[in-house]
């Protein structure tokens, strides 16, 4: 069964690092890419970036470049999202989810069970 | 980037009643490359539809999409309270992937 297992909630003060983790079983980890995927509270789905593990080919959306870091380390097929500092406006659930194909772009299945991240003074 | 618009925001029908999501894309979504998702209340989302109307995976089949270009259609035949979730459709005919908005179903 392909399962896609996300670090646990997160609290943090503005300023601070973080860097949560999705882990990938089931299936070839290098040959798949997983993306990464905001919900401020309230709202939607917003697509973040997107990696290949087998050659860390990594994208970001637009509105999302610069302000994280998408990773991965295949020896424990594990994809990583993190940021430098947060902020305030970072507080949303975060979920990672796996393209069917080596293609990109691509529909998601399945999708990992979301790490809440609050950031808050 | 591809705008995707869903209409409307929420939906409150009975249970048996049929249910049409409207998802219109700002371009012609390439090959028809488009998905629909249902998220349930605290809930990850769960593919429902790719290829605009290939069901995924153990999705009963009072779900259904249609549509091509710009327009597409995800129709649940005979809603059930278990179909209470937020709609989402998204592209990915082009870089980068985009979402719709939403539709929330209501049972009443």
């Known amino acids: 069964e392909v399962q896609l297992v996300q670090s646990g909630a997160e609290v943090k003060k503005p300023g601070e690092s973080l860097k949560i983790s999705c882990k990938a079983s089931?299936?070839?980890?290098?040959?798949?890419?997983i993306a990464w995927v905001r919900q401020m509270p309230g709202k939607g789905l917003e697509w973040m970036g997107i990696?290949?593990?087998?050659?860390?080919?990594?994208r970001y959306s637009p509105s999302f470049q610069g302000q994280v870091t998408i990773s991965v380390d295949k020896s424990i097929t594990t994809a990583y999202l993190q940021w430098s500092s947060l902020k305030a406006s970072d507080t949303a659930m975060y979920y990672c989810?796996?393209?069917?194909?080596?293609?990109?772009?691509?529909?998601?299945?399945?999708w990992g069970q979301g790490a809440l991240v609050t950031v808050s003074s | 980037e591809i705008v995707l618009t869903q209409s409307p925001g929420t939906l409150s029908l009975s249970p048996g009643e049929r249910a049409t999501l409207s998802c219109r894309a700002s371009?012609?979504?390439?090959?028809?490359?488009l998905a629909w998702y249902q998220q349930k209340p605290g809930q990850a989302p769960r593919l429902l539809i790719f290829?605009?109307?290939s069901r995924a995976s153990g999705i009963p089949d009072r779900f259904s999409g249609s549509g091509s270009g710009t327009d597409f259609t995800l129709t649940i035949s005979r809603l059930e309270p278990e179909d209470t979730a937020v709609y989402y459709c998204?592209?990915?005919?082009?870089?980068?992937?985009?979402f719709g908005g939403g539709t929330k179903v209501e049972i009443k």
């Open positions: 989810a796996r393209l069917p194909s080596g293609r990109y772009p691509n529909w998601l299945d399945p």
């Open positions: 089931g299936y070839s980890f290098t040959n798949y890419w």
């Open positions: 990696i290949y593990p087998g050659d860390s080919d990594t």
């Open positions: 371009q012609s979504v390439t090959s028809n490359y």
């Open positions: 290829g605009a109307s």
């Open positions: 998204q592209q990915y005919g082009s870089s980068p992937l985009t």
